[in-house]
């Protein structure tokens, strides 16, 4: 469907005046009013260093993006922040004006400004104060009321410490300080904030055109989100007494979400697989998520089971990116959470989807423990076996789509995925990719028996052979030898600081700082029969490993 805009330069004045037509919103998605004093200042300054020079061209403060919703109001998509300081700008001339001598200018600007926030009786030509031109309906704000209150009496409370308040007074500081230091410019410096201080409208079709147009040109702070739009659409839907509560959970939800470094944003992403995976769409295209939410009226928002459903995949992240301990056994399950921690190390996000999907599918069952584990370990041998003969992204994404509606419809998960021989996985060891090292690192060290809890978040890969190795060190081919230090038989997992200090140090020196170490395969590297460490050890070591990995796979799968 082709979409339209239209594009009208404008003054302030000529722009705050189409409020009389359609009203001025602040919708609910849109983020509070946060302009700070010192943005406040740098307007005004350079307001006044405009006047004073004597421009005879505009001063452009940028453009404001729009569109008509179904209620016959301006909603603005890009603006808000700019608008609704203008609207305080005025308000603050307005009461300045009524303060000063009567004058012709005086009159003038008065006549100019309170069409441009007030509706005018067409009868009497009267500003009607107590109806005002813009309205925010921001949520999580307490504050929508106050912005209003300053429009229609020109006063803030006295305990006040919001920054339409703040921002308002400040305002009225600064008019007052102009006015005294520069009343010959005074009428000429509003005057150019009404007439001659210009933006440019954009005004979209509908609001999926104006949240593209503000994409694109937003370069001032963060776009809305896609969580936004859903958060006033739920919010819209709800009754008075639940809009609280909601808003609450709303809260809740999204700090914990930047705690645990995931997003609100995020966990509707999670849940749009769960959702699909419950439709059995196996579509490869993943489709927008405004658009996928958006389908049959936002239907998929007003589940009642919606903000619980986001809660249980924000608790599971709280598991995996931040090691809490919750309620579930499984939280303290050492050979679960060894498992996340290895697929954490996977190269891209899918093998997170069929994760979530099982957890929320399962997470009551008597048995979910034993089967999560058991799902868990198929899950990381059949995306690990393929990435080391196929270490591209794509590869998987249908065999995870089909998994997923697996879970969800099978009596037996089906983990359909391309078979890897053993003779491949063996070839792929011998020369991995760099991102899956860490991943067998990982696997190696859990599966040692003394190893009882999860790996240090920051440990780096430690070469056991040096790889800035002393050329008298060696008879052999340099090629050879650099070729052997980055096989997965030189690398063990070792603790950040301890690896700085064991640096480039032999064997037997590097030894006295493996002893150490919290992880049991790096420690039992200080006590090792082995009296050094050479080219030979390396190409034992890259057999045993190769071999462990190969039963460990045949037992978990």
Request: with cysteine.
């Amino acid at each position: 469907m082709a979409t339209t805009s239209e594009v009208n330069k404008s003054s302030v004045r000529e722009l705050l005046l189409t409020g009389t037509k359609e009203k001025i919103l602040i919708p609910e998605y849109q983020r509070p009013y946060a302009w700070t004093e010192d943005q406040v200042i740098t307007l005004f300054d350079d307001l006044v260093e405009y006047t004073n020079n004597q421009n005879e061209s505009s001063y452009f403060l940028g453009c404001i993006v729009s569109f008509t919703n179904e209620n016959k109001e301006q909603e603005i998509i890009d603006g808000q922040q700019r608008i609704t300081t203008l609207f305080l700008l005025l308000r603050a001339i307005h009461k300045k004006l009524l303060k000063m001598s009567d004058s012709k200018e005086r009159d003038n600007f008065i006549r100019q400004i309170e069409p441009a926030i007030w509706i005018i009786n067409e009868l009497t030509g009267e500003a009607d104060y107590s109806t005002v031109l813009i309205e925010s309906k921001v949520l999580e704000s307490g504050y929508n009321q106050i912005l209003e209150n300053i429009l229609k009496t020109g006063e803030t409370r006295k305990d006040y410490s919001d920054r339409y308040s703040i921002n308002y007074n400040l305002i009225m500081k600064l008019l007052d300080d102009y006015a005294s230091n520069e009343p010959l410019n005074f009428y000429r410096f509003i005057h150019n904030i009404l007439n001659k201080t210009i933006v440019f409208p954009i005004k979209a079709d509908t609001q999926e055109t104006a949240l593209t147009i503000f994409s694109t040109l937003n370069d001032r702070g963060l776009p809305l989100s896609d969580a936004d739009i859903f958060k006033a659409k739920i919010y819209n839907k709800l009754d008075e007494k639940s809009k609280k509560t909601f808003i609450d959970k709303w809260k809740s939800i999204s700090l914990r979400a930047e705690m645990a470094n995931e997003s609100i944003q995020k966990l509707f992403y999670y849940y749009m697989f769960y959702l699909r995976a419950t439709e059995n769409d196996k579509t490869t295209t993943t489709p927008g998520l405004r658009k996928y939410y958006s389908s049959n009226s936002f239907e998929k928002l007003f589940d009642d089971n919606l903000m619980n459903n986001l809660d249980n995949i924000l608790e599971f992240w709280e598991v995996v990116n931040c090691r809490e301990d919750k309620n579930d056994s499984w939280t303290r399950n050492i050979k679960i959470l060894s498992v996340l921690d290895m697929l954490t190390s996977y190269p891209n996000e899918f093998w997170k989807y069929p994760v979530i999907i099982y957890y929320l599918k399962n997470k009551n069952n008597n048995d979910f423990e034993r089967n999560f584990l058991s799902f868990l370990r198929k899950l990381f041998v059949n995306l690990f076996r393929i990435y080391t003969v196929f270490p591209t992204i794509n590869v998987v994404k249908a065999s995870i789509l089909n998994l997923n509606s697996s879970i969800i419809h099978d009596d037996y998960v089906k983990f359909d995925f391309k078979k890897i021989t053993d003779d491949e996985l063996k070839a792929g060891l011998k020369i991995l990719h760099r991102n899956a090292i860490r991943m067998v690192l990982k696997l190696l060290a859990y599966n040692n028996k003394n190893q009882d809890e999860l790996l240090p978040n920051n440990w780096e890969i430690e070469h056991i052979l040096p790889v800035k190795w002393q050329p008298n060190y060696f008879n052999s081919n340099e090629d050879e030898v650099n070729e052997l230090i980055e096989t997965i038989g030189n690398k063990i997992p070792f603790e950040k600081k301890l690896n700085i200090v064991a640096s480039n140090g032999y064997f037997s020196k590097k030894q006295e700082h493996y002893k150490k170490s919290k992880i049991a395969i790096t420690k039992e590297m200080s006590n090792t029969t082995i009296k050094d460490w050479k080219l030979e050890e390396i190409k034992k070591n890259n057999s045993k490993i190769i071999d462990e990995i190969i039963n460990t796979f045949k037992l978990w799968n």
